[in-house]
């Protein structure tokens, strides 16, 4: 594994029109470990508390999308005393690269999410900031 350069992206997913990618979502979060980048995207470009369904892609520096196999997230929030689980669940889109996920949501707020996936383009993995409305 690379070093993890996590953060905003100014550059996004190849896009059709006004910011909606191939996908169909807007960019919600990226991130970057090593030479991918690991985009979020969702229907209405954010993610809200309660049930969302949203897309996650891995993308080369050129833009285009990578097949890393099997991918495991996780957004767990923790307050004093307990974690309280995301419970992400992913499944392969049936396009190398792009997968989709479904996760539960309990608050609003700044949720740590973990990327990991393991596959032809290697392994490896990511961290950020979810921001939850």
Request: aromatic letters at 6%.
């Amino acid at each position: 594994m690379g070093a993890l350069y996590v953060g905003w992206r100014l550059s996004r997913p190849p896009a059709t029109d006004a910011g909606v990618t191939e996908a169909g979502g807007r960019v919600v979060h990226a991130a970057r470990s090593g030479d991918m980048d690991i985009v979020v995207l969702s229907p209405t470009g954010t993610l809200r508390t309660g049930r969302n369904t949203f897309t996650i892609e891995f993308r080369s520096s050129s833009g285009a999308l990578v097949d890393v196999g099997t991918v495991r997230v996780s957004a767990n929030m923790t307050m004093p005393g307990m974690v309280m689980p995301g419970n992400v669940q992913v499944q392969p889109s049936g396009v190398p690269g792009r997968f989709t996920a479904t996760a539960e949501f309990g608050m609003g707020g700044t949720w740590p999410i973990s990327v990991e996936w393991n596959g032809p383009a290697g392994n490896g993995s990511a961290n950020f900031q979810g921001s939850v409305q």
